[in-house]
Nanobody
Framework: QVQVVESGGGLVQAGGSLRLSCLAS????????MGWYRRAPGKQRELVAT???????NYADSVKGRFTMSRDNAKNTVYLQMNSLKPEDTAVYYC??????????????WGQGTQVTVSS
């Protein structure tokens, strides 16, 4: 089984910064990609950023220029550096890992989420 755990959420003032971390562990043969998603109150979960095993990144338009996703492949860990935070960034942030658990099997795993609250 694969476990995905987020950390680093908290309360920050508008304009401030926060860094989220996501650790994937367990029966992982390789990681194809990881992503950050968020769910704001009353809204569906939406994509924030993704990163491939080779470091290629994609971002939602709403966070481009403010958020940066990176990874430490040796630690199976990805990060989301969030700068210039806005109240509308307030959400539960979820980490997703697309992995190969064997050379034949792939899977999609989610963490439990970490709360980010941005005050005005």
């Amino acid at each position: 089984q694969v476990q995905v755990v987020e950390s680093g959420g908290g309360l920050v003032q508008a304009g401030g910064s926060l860094r989220l971390s996501c650790l994937a562990s367990g029966s992982i043969f390789s990681i194809n990609a990881m992503g950050w998603y968020r769910r704001a109150p009353g809204k569906q979960r939406e994509l924030v950023a993704t990163i491939t095993s080779k470091g290629s990144t994609n971002y939602a338009d709403s966070v481009k220029g403010r958020f940066t996703m990176s990874r430490d492949n040796a630690k199976n860990t990805v990060y989301l550096q969030m700068n210039s935070l806005k109240p509308e960034d307030t959400a539960v942030y979820y980490c997703n890992a697309v992995v190969l658990t064997t050379y034949m099997q792939s899977g999609n795993y989610w963490g439990q989420g970490t709360q980010v609250t941005v005050s005005s």
